[in-house]
């Protein structure tokens, strides 16, 4: 099983990316067969926003050339895919935002139609829903799977997980991932 986890917060340790770390360590526990977790931190590579070129509407790729195409083969090669963004503003971090346009050029022929997603959104106080929102419908806009949406809140760098139904969330999460992980005769 492919996963590819992508966190867009340039915190090192902290909220997001706890979370993605967390689910990794729920999917390692199932011992699932070929099991692979690929993880970017989309704020440490470049990708640059959308420039509208419309190029893609003919090549069906991204003519800018930057990380964008890395991460975009590993989204289609894998079978479930973890985003997880901080909660600015009420909305995603502009580097979550930059990749969402970015994929324009792989909606034209659907090319993440029925992919596996899970969504995580890690807040302060408020603005998750917002967030989660507008990550729901870049999902629906490209025909994805949602498979769940996933809220943490902490003040606190990297303590996300001290709260009980934030841990409970996730693993419920991994559960309803049982439809999409292969079985072994063990499992
Ligand atoms: C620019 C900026 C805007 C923020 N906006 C909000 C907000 O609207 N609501 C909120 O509850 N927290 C807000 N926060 C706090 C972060 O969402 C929160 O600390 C989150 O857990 C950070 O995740 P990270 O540790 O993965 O970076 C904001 C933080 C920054 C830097």
Same mark, same amino acid.
């Given at each position: 099983?492919?996963?590819?986890?992508?966190?867009?917060?340039?915190?090192?340790?902290?909220?997001?990316?706890? %979370? +993605? @770390?967390?689910?990794?360590?729920? =999917?390692? *526990?199932?011992?699932?067969?070929?099991?692979?977790?690929?993880?970017?931190?989309?704020?440490?590579?470049?990708?640059?926003?959308?420039?509208?070129?419309?190029?893609?509407?003919?090549?069906?790729?991204?003519?800018?050339?930057?990380?964008?195409?890395?991460?975009?083969?590993?989204?289609?090669?894998?079978?479930?895919?973890?985003?997880?963004?901080?909660?600015?503003?009420?909305?995603?971090?502009?580097?979550?935002?930059?990749?969402?346009?970015?994929?324009?050029?792989?909606?034209?022929?659907? %090319? +993440? @139609?029925?992919?596996?997603?899970? =969504?995580? *959104?890690?807040?302060?106080?408020?603005?998750?829903?917002?967030?989660?929102?507008?990550?729901?419908?870049?999902?629906?806009?490209?025909?994805?799977?949602?498979?769940?949406?996933?809220?943490?809140?902490?003040?606190?760098?990297?303590?996300?997980?001290?709260?009980?139904?934030?841990?409970?969330?996730?693993?419920?999460?991994?559960?309803?991932?049982?439809?999409?992980?292969?079985?072994?005769?063990?499992?």
């Amino acid at each position: 099983m492919k996963i590819v986890s992508i966190i867009g917060s340039h915190r090192k340790n902290g909220n997001t990316e706890t %979370m +993605l @770390k967390a689910f990794d360590k729920e =999917f390692k *526990a199932l011992e699932i067969p070929d099991y692979k977790n690929k993880f970017y931190n989309i704020s440490e590579m470049n990708i640059y926003p959308c420039r509208s070129c419309l190029k893609c509407m003919r090549k069906n790729n991204c003519v800018i050339e930057d990380d964008f195409g890395k991460v975009a083969l590993k989204m289609i090669q894998s079978d479930l895919i973890i985003m997880g963004s901080p909660v600015y503003f009420s909305d995603v971090s502009a580097q979550i935002k930059a990749l969402f346009d970015r994929t324009y050029s792989l909606w034209h022929k659907k %090319m +993440l @139609k029925g992919k596996n997603i899970i =969504f995580v *959104a890690t807040c302060a106080e408020y603005g998750s829903g917002h967030t989660i929102d507008t990550m729901r419908h870049w999902a629906l806009d490209h025909e994805m799977n949602i498979i769940a949406t996933v809220e943490g809140k902490s003040e606190k760098k990297g303590k996300v997980l001290e709260n009980e139904m934030t841990v409970k969330a996730i693993a419920d999460a991994v559960r309803a991932c049982d439809g999409i992980i292969p079985k072994t005769e063990e499992n």
